[in-house]
Nanobody
Framework: QVQFVESGGGLVQSGSSLRLSCVAS????????IGWFRQVLGKEREGIACFASSDGDTYYADSVKGRFTISRDNSTSTMYLQMNNLEPEDTAVYTC?????????????????????WGKGTLVTVSS
């Protein structure tokens, strides 16, 4: 059974940093197309950072490019999202998700409709 569990959310001030973690179980992480998504109440879920290919290419939404970094540790089946220079507009529930397994994959973006397994999310609140 595929399971993703996020942690690391919290309340921070504008300009601060946070690192989110997503521990995956039941899968071989490097064979999965995985990424981070966020959702603000009343708005559609947004794909913000994904591993776009099995070669390790990454995709970032324009809203987070240059501030957020996605990474993973295959040995511990953990994916991370380092978030720097946080802004109040980053306030959302952050969720990790994945689809697979694949021998190889390549995606041009970070579309939540591609994912078939989801974590429950962690809340990030950025105060001004």
């Amino acid at each position: 059974q595929v399971q993703f569990v996020e942690s690391g959310g919290g309340l921070v001030q504008s300009g601060s940093s946070l690192r989110l973690s997503c521990v995956a179980s039941g899968i071989i992480l490097e064979r999965y197309h995985i990424g981070w998504f966020r959702q603000v109440l009343g708005k559609e879920r947004e794909g913000i950072a994904c591993f776009a290919s099995s070669d390790g290419d990454t995709y970032y939404a324009d809203s987070v490019k240059g501030r957020f970094t996605i990474s993973r540790d295959n040995s511990t089946s953990t994916m991370y999202l380092q978030m720097n220079n946080l802004e109040p507009e980053d306030t959302a529930v952050y969720t990790c998700a994945g689809e697979g397994p694949f021998r190889a994959y390549h995606h041009a973006d970070c579309d939540p409709r591609d994912m078939d397994s989801w974590g429950k999310g962690t809340l990030v609140t950025v105060s001004s």
